[in-house]
């Protein structure tokens, strides 16, 4: 069964709010798209926000006249009104049918739509919201199956007793953003590494955010989508921010080149005017993980080669203060812990 919602009325200046909640209602709900009579991109823009972080197929059109569409429609229209007919009276009966355009009015109707409409339907006799009519007739048409639906995106609300919680699919948003093979492995990989080195500091007694090493070191190079070069930590912040990921994993993505980069060598890299330098205890993980994972893991003797040949000695000198802090945090060098991965 094909859903499509379609929303009359709407009013930019007072229903932004109200028509957002009928969109979001809609996609939660079972439906497959919504329609909205009135051009209004800024809905538009957030609702495909929503889809792209949560996932699913749903789709928005706005500014599409209901004449012209409502035309165009080949299955069953049903009108959601306080004076039609009973829902417990007719939900079985339009289960059958295989597409089902759902009328949801923002102001009052035009006569015709009862006219149009194969079914006028009340979700109750009282005065109340459309999202509410919107949802319980959604949920009676489906019959509950909506709460069935994996959407698969890229965030997943974990239900619980109390607090939040929120999973999040990382390596989905490499993918998602057309990360090659090759760079999502050496993140998997840099991954490791910073997860092991989390673990020998927080042995120590030193508290470590895991789970901002995770995520930061399998998405450090998610800017590389985009391009190789060293901007690719710009455009790394700008695909973080798109996901709403938090200020301290945007971070350890803009801090984790080299052993850190300052304000100088910045505007010589190209970069914008800023201290790159990674200051928290996951930005430095995530950084030096990266600077000992290649193809595989190596340790500090061969990135100091490679860093005196590509970056220079101020570079390497960052690398190696960088490499003797994060081992006394761990209690043991860290190329112990390359030893115990491989």
Request: contains cysteine.
């Amino acid at each position: 069964m094909v859903i499509v919602v379609y929303r009359y009325g709407h009013r930019i200046a007072r229903d932004k709010r109200i028509t957002t909640h009928v969109a979001l209602t809609a996609r939660a709900f079972g439906a497959d798209g919504i329609v909205i009579d009135e051009k209004d991109e800024r809905i538009e823009e957030n609702i495909r926000k929503v889809v792209e972080r949560f996932g699913g197929d749903f789709f928005i059109k706005s500014g599409i006249q209901w004449k012209q569409y409502i035309k165009e429609w080949r299955g069953k229209i049903v009108h959601l009104t306080m004076y039609g007919e009973k829902v417990k009276d007719v939900i079985d009966e339009m289960r059958k049918y295989k597409d089902i355009l759902v009328i949801v009015g923002a102001e009052k109707v035009p006569s015709e739509f009862y006219e149009i409409a194969d079914y006028n339907v009340a979700i109750g006799n009282q005065p109340h919201s459309e999202v509410s009519a919107l949802a319980i007739f959604l949920h009676m048409l489906t019959q509950g199956k909506w709460m069935e639906k994996e959407f698969d995106g890229v965030l997943k609300i974990i239900p619980c007793r109390k607090g939040k919680m929120l999973k999040c699919n990382y390596i989905k948003i490499l993918e998602k953003e057309g990360c090659s093979a090759e760079v999502i492995e050496h993140c998997k990989k840099v991954n490791r590494l910073a997860m092991k080195i989390a673990e020998k500091i927080a042995e120590q007694g030193v508290k470590v955010d895991t789970q901002a090493v995770e995520a930061g070191s399998l998405l450090h190079d998610v800017g590389r989508a985009k391009t190789h070069g060293i901007m690719h930590i710009i455009e790394g912040v700008k695909i973080a921010k798109k996901y709403g990921l938090p200020a301290k994993i945007i971070s350890i993505i803009e801090r984790h080149a080299g052993a850190g980069i300052d304000e100088d060598e910045a505007i010589k890299l190209g970069l914008p005017k800023k201290n790159y330098t990674p200051e928290s205890i996951e930005e430095m993980i995530v950084a030096h993980a990266d600077n000992l994972t290649g193809n595989g893991y190596r340790k500090l003797e061969d990135a100091i080669r490679e860093f005196k040949r590509k970056a220079g000695e101020k570079a390497t000198k960052k690398l190696i203060e960088l490499h003797k802090k994060l081992s006394e945090m761990a209690g043991i060098d860290i190329d112990m812990v390359i030893e115990e991965l491989k």
